[in-house]
């Protein structure tokens, strides 16, 4: 399978001059499986030019993950382009609610007066799933979903395909309450869809020194990242859900102090960016580096 | 700077995994059971009631967990397990609440009220059974 980074701004867009080497749009990544289906993971701003790519490169069958509902990983879906082409199928999958169907929690955001168009006049046909908490195949790929630490109903993915697997935990605070450094892991949040991920793409909002003003927002520091990503016992980590005001040079010494406390990690962590591809096959992992 | 990689044991829920972090945040007695009934957690509040930590003790049985309080009514007759509110709120899937006599590692045996709830998940699922005591009188030493 192959990734590519659309979107990893966290909260909201961030577009501006100090923000392009690691991009300003939010949270949105697309993974191409070998049988030809596409998964949408979150669908954020980063979806609106994955819309536009895709015109060119229409995917045998389209599946969007989403992992929760807040905006920033909800607000692309009424600019990618596919959902407005006559008869496409498409499938969205998010996370359940004993209360409201995921098409009326998404309707809330794709109607008046949020949004001139309405879902249910959409031309593309689409239907709608709860999150997978047992796995389902999609193509070639099992697609797994569990409920995770953030606010509100949240769900992080796990996708194999061919030995392969590629984790997705954008929005996560598994230290809320707990002491990653000596809980169980199978008492960690995520711990069960992450577990020796290939690739684990992980929210790694804040600084250390940052976090204590936002316990309880639903977002990791970056010690608490590295710790879940060890504990895990993930191969590659990819810093994602970068706070929207982080700099280009703010995020590279959130990477630096990464590399520094904990240098067993320190070839195997990188920071996501816009355009970043990353391939998982029969050959080692393979990803993509930010343009300088 | 890695840390230990334990052996991890089955999978928790988030339910279950928010609960024990509660628990950890309280200084009131809290015991937790997976779906199964082992009691899979309790704090350190709890661990006065069983002499010894949870790090110490690990996971045990429900049924050894009750015998080990001697769980009683007030009137001193022995409350089977499936009778106690953990045991109502795992079989039954309901809360439940009594007063209890529960005898603690030193002997001193105590009226409690204990208070069990199941954690049923969004398609009613079950996902353990959270069981708070609260103590309701002066410590009375036995003998």
Redesign the interface.
């Known amino acids: 399978m192959r990734a590519r980074v659309w979107g990893c701004r966290g909260s909201i867009a961030a577009p501006g001059p100090d923000t392009v080497r690691y991009g300003g749009n939010t949270s949105c990544v697309e993974i191409r499986l070998s049988s030809g289906h596409a998964l949408v993971l979150d669908a954020g701003t980063g979806m609106r030019p994955l819309g536009v790519a895709m015109q060119e490169d229409m995917p045998t069958e389209l599946h969007i993950l989403l992992t929760h509902l807040h905006l920033d990983h909800l607000q692309g879906l009424g600019f990618f382009r596919p959902i407005y082409v006559p008869g496409r199928e498409i499938h969205i999958w998010g996370p359940?609610?004993?209360v409201q169907h995921l098409a009326d929690r998404i309707a809330m955001y794709l109607s008046p007066p949020l949004f001139p168009v309405r879902l249910e006049d959409l031309p593309s046909r689409i239907t709608f799933h709860d999150a997978p908490e047992e796995p389902v195949s999609i193509g070639s790929a099992t697609v797994r979903a569990?409920?995770?630490?953030h606010q509100g109903p949240t769900v992080g993915y796990r996708v194999e395909e061919q030995g392969r697997s590629f984790v997705y935990l954008p929005d996560h605070e598994p230290s809320?309450?707990?002491d990653l450094?000596t809980i169980?892991?199978?008492?960690?949040?995520g711990?069960?869809i992450a577990?020796g991920a290939d690739v684990l793409l992980h929210d790694a909002q804040y600084r250390d020194h940052e976090y204590g003003d936002h316990v309880g927002w639903g977002h990791s520091s970056i010690g608490a990242t590295m710790?879940f990503a060890?504990?895990a016992?993930v191969d590659r980590l990819v810093l994602f859900h970068h706070d929207p005001y982080h700099t280009d040079i703010e995020l590279e010494q959130l990477l630096a102090d990464a590399k520094a406390?904990?240098?067993?990690m320190a070839d195997r962590v990188m920071l996501a960016h816009e355009g970043m591809s990353i391939m998982l096959g029969a050959k080692p992992v393979s990803v993509g580096h930010p343009a300088r | 700077?890695?840390?230990p990689?334990?052996t991890?044991?089955?999978?928790?829920?988030?339910p279950l995994?928010?609960a024990?972090?509660?628990a950890?945040?309280l200084a009131t007695p809290m015991f937790l059971l997976d779906p199964g009934g082992m009691l899979v957690?309790y704090n350190d509040a709890a661990a006065m009631l069983l002499g010894k930590s949870f790090a110490e003790l690990g996971e045990i049985p429900s049924g050894e967990f009750g015998a080990a309080l001697d769980l009683a009514t007030p009137d001193g007759a022995p409350i089977r397990l499936r009778d106690s509110p953990s045991g109502i709120a795992l079989i039954e899937r309901r809360p439940a609440h009594t007063v209890l006599m529960a005898t603690a590692y030193d002997g001193a045996r105590r009226t409690y009220e204990a208070t069990a709830y199941p954690l049923l998940g969004?398609?009613g699922e079950m996902h353990g059974v959270v069981a708070v005591f609260w103590e309701d009188a002066p410590a009375e030493h036995a003998g």
Do not use: C, N, Y
């Open positions: 359940s609610s004993p569990a409920k995770v630490t809320l309450g707990a450094r169980p892991p199978e008492w960690m949040s711990h069960d577990r710790q060890i504990k016992e406390g904990w240098p067993s | 700077m890695s840390e990689l334990g991890p044991g089955a999978p928790r829920s988030l995994i928010l024990r972090e509660l950890s945040s957690f969004g398609a």
